[in-house]
């Protein structure tokens, strides 16, 4: 049974419709009752507007009837939502159409045939005329019935002609479809050019997609150190989703070098395609920085002495990576030497824990390669509270002051890492004993840093009286542990 509201829609066409049904039926016994001043002819024009006006009320009934029952019925419950307007106007349209060739065939006697003949050349021709805005319009009703996106959607127009269209779809119309694009601008597609394109639905059959960037590598980089370092870049990236994770795959070589493709899922509608885009490309960046690698590039290069490295690596080039370590920056460069020489390479599979919460310590770590996730218990319950990406430290509080690990630290992908101990560190305190002030005053910023970002503060720059305390307290508790 309809409800109230629906057949409420009914309400006036059915007024009209009885209205003009009762003269109609009982035209014959009103003629005869009206006074011979009446002539002929007014007489049949009133019989004539009378018919023609009862003619429209049923048509306007017989649409709003369809509109009830069966777009707001049938289809709308098939469809899950609102029929498209379009869809509606072109069946209520041709209706219309019907019903007047009714009025001029039936009420006023006219050759319908002729007059749809003549009409036909006439349209023929305005058709020429209009053929594009036409194509446009019956594109727009095939888009509605087909429904390849609904408001809200975001797809991507494939042309080879003109750049690629991304946008969220907010209107479709007779003519065009309306696409909100990331930079705020509103492009207005003719539904001609829809129908003739490729569209990629980005948020049908699943709110999300995936996507893929391209990155090449020089020969000489080992494609398990490379696929682990961009693994890591684009799982570091703000948006990404970690189900589907991402992944990094060899997609071919050419004359630069090896090319990577990088796999990664988005929300469209929480984080757009070109955010997404450049999130990744930057997070990637800033790896292959760290890891001290560069993109492959066409080389002509000519060298009459022994050629530089133009990539560094974990077992030569220890020094110039740990440099680029901000505790370790206060080094002097035959310090940085005797430290880099005595460091441990540790290489640590996916999902394994380097550190765990609780535990005691006596080193610290450096990632070199890879992405580390650091966890938590909070109410008895473990929490990501945070990465770790390549160039980054932790455990430094257990081997400078003995204190027990404050987090446990996971290996989100396969990563590579050096390990100080207690006996690396110790020879260099026992020659220069100041060189602990400066090391501890770089821990107590960071660890400052960390408390108030916890505390969900927004100052960046940590408090030099509570730094320096900090760094007064650690201090104490360094000698103490290393005797000097």
Avoid at 60 to 81: A, C, E, M, N, S
Avoid at 184 to 197: F, L, Y
Avoid at 255 to 265: L, M, S, T
Avoid at 431 to 459: F, M, S
């Amino acid at each position: 049974m309809a409800q109230p509201s629906r057949l409420a829609h009914l309400k006036w066409p059915v007024f009209l419709l009885l209205v003009l049904v009762v003269p109609a039926v009982m035209w014959d016994d009103l003629i005869a009752d009206v006074s011979g001043s009446f002539v002929d002819q007014s007489i049949d024009v009133l019989r004539l507007l009378l018919s023609s006006a009862l003619w429209l009320a049923i048509t306007w009934f017989i649409v709003r009837l369809v509109d009830v029952v069966v777009w707001q019925g049938i289809v709308g419950r098939r469809l899950g939502g609102k029929v498209p307007r379009l869809l509606k106007d072109v069946v209520a349209t041709i209706i219309f159409l019907v019903a007047i060739s009714g009025i001029l065939g039936i009420v006023f006697g006219l050759d319908v045939t002729g007059l749809w003949a003549t009409s036909g050349v006439v349209g023929l021709v305005i058709g020429f005329a209009l053929q594009s805005m036409i194509a446009d319009v019956f594109s727009g009703i095939a888009l509605n019935i087909d429904r390849p996106f609904v408001i809200g959607d975001w797809v991507r127009l494939h042309n080879r002609a003109r750049e690629h269209i991304i946008g969220e779809v907010v209107e479709t119309n007779w003519r065009s479809t309306r696409l909100r694009c990331v930079d705020g601008t509103m492009v207005i597609v003719p539904n001609g050019w829809i129908a003739r394109d490729l569209v990629t639905n980005l948020t049908n059959p699943t709110p999300r997609s995936r996507f893929s960037l391209y990155f090449c590598l020089d020969f000489g980089v080992p494609a398990d150190r490379a696929m682990r370092i961009l693994e890591a870049g684009v799982r570091s990236a703000n948006g990404v989703l970690k189900d589907p994770p991402p992944k990094v795959r060899v997609n071919g070589t050419n004359r630069y070098g090896v090319e990577y493709e990088i796999r990664y899922w988005l929300l469209p509608a929480d984080t757009s395609p070109s955010k997404g885009r450049h999130r990744v490309a930057s997070a990637v960046l800033d790896q292959l920085h760290r890891a001290g690698l560069t993109l492959a590039y066409e080389k002509h290069d000519i060298y009459t002495a022994q050629m530089p490295n133009r990539q560094l690596d974990v077992s030569d080039d220890r020094k110039e990576i740990v440099h680029r370590v901000d505790l370790f920056s206060v080094l002097e460069p035959d310090e940085l030497e005797t430290l880099t020489s005595s460091l441990k390479v540790r290489k640590t599979a996916r999902g394994k824990d380097i550190v765990v919460a609780g535990e005691q310590g006596d080193s610290m770590y450096i990632l070199v390669e890879g992405l580390l996730e650091v966890f938590a218990i909070i109410e008895g319950a473990e929490f990501e509270v945070g990465r770790i990406a390549p160039g980054q430290f932790f455990g430094e509080m257990s081997l400078l002051t003995g204190e027990p690990r404050s987090a446990t630290v996971r290996a989100a992908t396969e990563v590579v890492m050096f390990e100080v101990r207690k006996k690396d560190l110790q020879p260099l305190l026992g020659n220069r004993p100041q060189l602990a002030a400066a090391i501890t005053e770089k821990v107590a910023e960071r660890k400052v840093r960390n408390d108030r970002r916890k505390r969900e503060l927004n100052e960046t720059d940590p408090d030099v009286g509570e730094t320096a305390t900090l760094a007064l307290q650690i201090l104490g508790k360094m000698k103490s542990l290393f005797g000097f």
